[in-house]
């Protein structure tokens, strides 16, 4: 298993960040100004697109694995990977996402607290509902991570 930088052609793995949020445009909006991160384990497995937030704070903006190879830990070890690299250069590792029981308890078993909540922003930031569980996601709900 080895993780490695995506620096070019990062569009290469669009199937895959759509997995994480679902609208092209979002996804645009921050892969060119982030860091991504690809997890090969005899092919890619599971990636991560993290940006500098200010004050200390990067930012988990996707992060995704093939769906045959969800549960197999590969979404924790690309995590645990940005906490080792990072935690000399931010103080925290903030993620947002819906409020769904997937993801909210994956990253709660990842050591992340819940921070915040920015209110419909999927209502107001996509052009169409999202829907995770049968659930559609209204707010952004933020949690943190001690570096």
Do not use: W
């Amino acid at each position: 298993m080895k993780i490695i930088e995506v620096k070019e052609n990062k569009k290469q793995y669009l199937d895959l960040l759509l997995l994480a949020d679902e609208q092209e445009d979002m996804v645009y909006r921050y892969l060119d100004n982030g860091k991504m991160y690809v997890l090969d384990d005899n092919g890619v497995k599971c990636e991560c697109v993290i940006t500098d937030k200010e004050n200390d704070i990067l930012e988990i903006k996707n992060i995704a694995t093939v769906p045959e190879y969800q549960g197999k830990g590969y979404a924790r070890a690309l995590i645990e990977f940005i906490v080792n690299n990072y935690r000399e250069q931010y103080a925290i590792l903030q993620v947002g996402t819906g409020d769904s029981p997937l993801t909210i308890p994956f990253y709660e078993k990842c050591g992340f607290v819940r921070s915040h909540i920015i209110s419909n922003f999927f209502i107001d930031n996509y052009d169409h509902p999202i829907y995770e569980s049968g659930i559609q996601l209204v707010d952004m709900v933020y949690l943190q991570r001690q570096l």
